[in-house]
């Protein structure tokens, strides 16, 4: 959209892909930059599904139930692909209200969906034995308090996946899983500074940014992870990451840790650098919220679970934090979302 839409299109069309083979091009959101193209071949697809069919099949699904829309690859895999190779029954509805959903969910379903809605049901105060169900989530984190309460309230399974549209898939977790394992065929490392790198046969050989780059099968991420063994957790991005007293922080940990008040339905944290100011890093704090909150609330919040954060925060108390159609937050622009402005210079 805007400027940057009118730029990659103009660019597009100047492009010759007449020797190219893919059968999908996808973009990035841009949300950590300008998007990129990811060509998307068959062989990508299909694997990536083939081997996800493999984790779920001990669940004898018969029918996939999708949340998500199908111009994401998360939607394309997992709620076109998924059911055309397993020639299993698809069920899409385009706006799914947590009853709907509830109700719709047969024994031996794969339910597609994220984070909003696994959280939009556990507020039902119904609750229904889903154990012979498979709940698939991605796009966004899901907090580990949230996937423990929804697995015992519905009595249910419960799978998150890790990846991107131009690396693909890259790893997942069952259940109440703290490290995430690396999918089948997919080879991770990190370099010097902890950045997980992915080669898999996923991945988009070719990517559009600025014209054509060959990948080789392998992309540099800017995800922050650490190692246990052969598994590993996810620290943050680095444009979402901070130190405190030496300690890397995600604005993630924050989010989760702010979500945990009562009053407080939604956060939104981002890390900005200010260039020739004193203080050249703060946190942009959006929360979600009809009360008041003050920010000597939130700094004591914080310094009990992290410590004392030597930089700004500005905080932002919004009527809403909204959301893309796959449940990625997005910074509140519009004035009349705005109930109150705090800055404080923390020392």
């Known amino acids: 959209t805007g400027a940057v839409g009118e730029e990659l ?38 694997l990536e599904v083939r081997g996800f069919m493999k984790i779920i099949e001990h669940y004898k699904p018969k029918k996939v139930i999708a949340t ?33 959903l509830l109700e719709s969910i047969e024994p031996n379903s794969v339910v597609v969906t994220t984070p909003v809605y696994i959280k939009s049901l556990l507020r039902l105060e119904e ?44 790893a997942y977790k069952e259940q109440n899983d703290d490290l995430w394992k690396p999918l089948r065929d997919v080879n991770l490392t990190i370099n010097e500074n902890n950045l997980l790198k992915i080669n898999s046969p996923f991945v988009s050989k070719l990517v559009f940014e600025n014209g054509l780059k060959n990948t080789n099968g392998e992309i540099q991420s800017f995800d922050y992870v650490a190692f246990e063994g052969e598994r590993f957790k996810i620290i943050g991005r680095d444009s979402q990451i901070f130190k405190v007293d030496g300690k890397r922080f995600s604005t993630l940990q924050v989010e989760e840790i702010l979500e945990s008040m009562s009053s407080v339905k939604k956060a939104f944290v981002i890390v900005k650098y200010n260039k020739g100011e004193l203080k050249d890093e703060s946190l942009e ?26 930089f700004p925060i500005k905080l932002k108390i919004v009527a809403k934090i909204p959301t893309t159609a796959i449940g990625k937050k997005i910074i509140p622009f519009y004035w009349n979302y705005l109930i109150s402005f705090q800055k404080l210079v923390l020392k």
């Open 127 to 170: 609750t229904k034995d889903l154990s012979e169900v498979v709940f698939v989530s991605s796009t966004a984190p899901l907090d580990a308090s949230s996937a423990k309460e929804f697995i015992k309230k519905f009595n249910t399974n419960l799978i998150q996946l890790f990846g991107s549209t131009e690396t693909g898939g890259i």
């Open 285 to 310: 704090v959006f929360l979600e919220s009809s009360q008041k909150i003050s920010l000597k609330e939130i700094n004591r919040v914080l310094r009990e679970k992290i410590g004392n954060i030597k």
């Open 68 to 100: 998500v829309p199908f111009i994401h690859i998360y939607g394309i895999l997992t709620a076109i692909i998924l059911p055309y190779l397993s020639e299993m029954d698809l069920f899409f509805k385009k706006h799914f209200l947590p009853h709907d």
């Open 9 to 46: 299109f103009r660019v597009l069309e100047e492009q010759d892909f007449q020797d190219i083979d893919f059968s999908m091009l996808l973009f990035t959101s841009g949300t950590t930059g300008k998007p990129v193209g990811a060509f998307k071949t068959k062989e990508n697809l299909e």
